[in-house]
């Protein structure tokens, strides 16, 4: 379970690139992402060693942004907006319905691996609350409705996905 070569030289350009390890620690991340669908422990440590920072380093950076996923996750990501104006609009509806639909709880998978929902702050799509980041793209996709849901989760566009 290593990373492929061209994943460590993508870290190391992205190093050089960046003005050195700790800059690259986020495309580092990003790159194991995209390569294997979340960030697993042994990753993580590999691309410590690749970028020469400490796991605990590049961990820390990981688990703070909740779009690098520290665990598995579904084929499809959903991520809810849980900010003000998301509330405001309707937000809260909008999140029991997608929890009564999916099965599962923010931060669960469901038990077929298609989705996944994770709570997210503001992702500036205010204008069009409430709204939800989806997909690999994160499409956003907004204002919802719980009567929206069967599109959110066919994949088709809602309230003209941007």
């Known amino acids: 379970m290593s990373l492929s070569p061209a994943i460590r030289t993508a870290m190391a350009h992205a190093a050089a690139q960046h003005g050195g390890p700790k800059a690259a620690m986020l495309d580092a991340l990003k790159l194991v992402q995209e390569a294997e669908g979340w960030v697993s422990d042994a990753h993580l440590a590999e691309a410590a060693?690749?970028?020469g920072?400490?796991?605990a380093?590049?961990?820390s950076?990981?688990?703070f942004y909740s779009q690098i996923f520290r665990s598995p996750v579904g084929d499809t990501v959903i991520l809810l907006c849980d900010g003000l104006s998301c509330y405001l609009c309707g937000g809260d509806a909008v999140?029991?319905?997608v929890m009564s639909k999916l099965g599962i709880g923010f931060?669960?998978?469901t038990p077929d691996g298609k989705f996944t929902l994770i709570n997210i702050?503001?992702?500036g799509g205010c204008d069009r609350a409430p709204v939800a980041l989806v997909g690999p793209e994160r499409k956003l996709v907004g204002p919802l409705t719980?009567?929206?849901l069967d599109a959110l989760i066919g994949g088709e566009a809602i309230g003209g996905a941007r």
């Open 95 to 97: 999140r029991d319905a």
């Open 53 to 55: 920072v400490t796991t």
């Open 61 to 63: 950076l990981a688990t």
């Open 146 to 148: 719980p009567d929206d």
């Open 49 to 51: 060693r690749v970028l």
């Open 121 to 123: 702050c503001c992702v």
């Open 57 to 59: 380093e590049i961990d």
């Open 107 to 109: 931060g669960e998978t």
